[in-house]
Nanobody, 127 residues
Framework: QVQLVESGGGLVQAGDSLRLSCAAS????????IVWFRQAPGKGREFVAG????????NYGSSVKGRFTISRDNAKNTVYLQMNSLKPEDTAVYHC????????????????????WGQGTQVTVST
């Protein structure tokens, strides 16, 4: 069973950058699409970004497109989320997860398609 651990969150000011990591143990990520979702207090889970198992395709939520970049290093069994030009509305707990289907074609933006959710890392952006 794959276990995912997110890290890299913190308290930053608007306009700053952060790089989140999603490290896997107990299995390989290389055959699975990986996504980042976030959840702010009192709100539902929001799709942030996804990357295909090959790394050749990425997908972003409309609120982060142009500011966030998802990447993966299969040799390190890790996926990253580079977040630039952070805004207060980016404040949330960020979670990564693996696709339920190996080598799925296309990146889905619905949480039900994913499993092995990590515990999350808190990102807080102040004004």
């Amino acid at each position: 069973q794959v276990q995912l651990v997110e890290s890299g969150g913190g308290l930053v000011q608007a306009g700053d950058s952060l790089r989140l990591s999603c490290a896997a143990s107990g299995g390989t990520l290389s055959m699975y699409n990986i996504v980042w979702f976030r959840q702010a207090p009192g709100k539902g889970r929001e799709f942030v970004a996804g990357i295909s198992w090959s790394g050749g395709v990425t997908n972003y939520g409309s609120s982060v497109k142009g500011r966030f970049t998802i990447s993966r290093d299969n040799a390190k069994n890790t996926v990253y989320l580079q977040m630039n030009s952070l805004k207060p509305e980016d404040t949330a707990v960020y979670h990564c997860a693996t696709d339920r289907i190996r080598q799925r074609i296309g990146i889905l933006s619905i949480a039900a398609a994913y499993e092995n959710w990590g515990q999350g890392t808190q990102v807080t952006v102040s004004t």
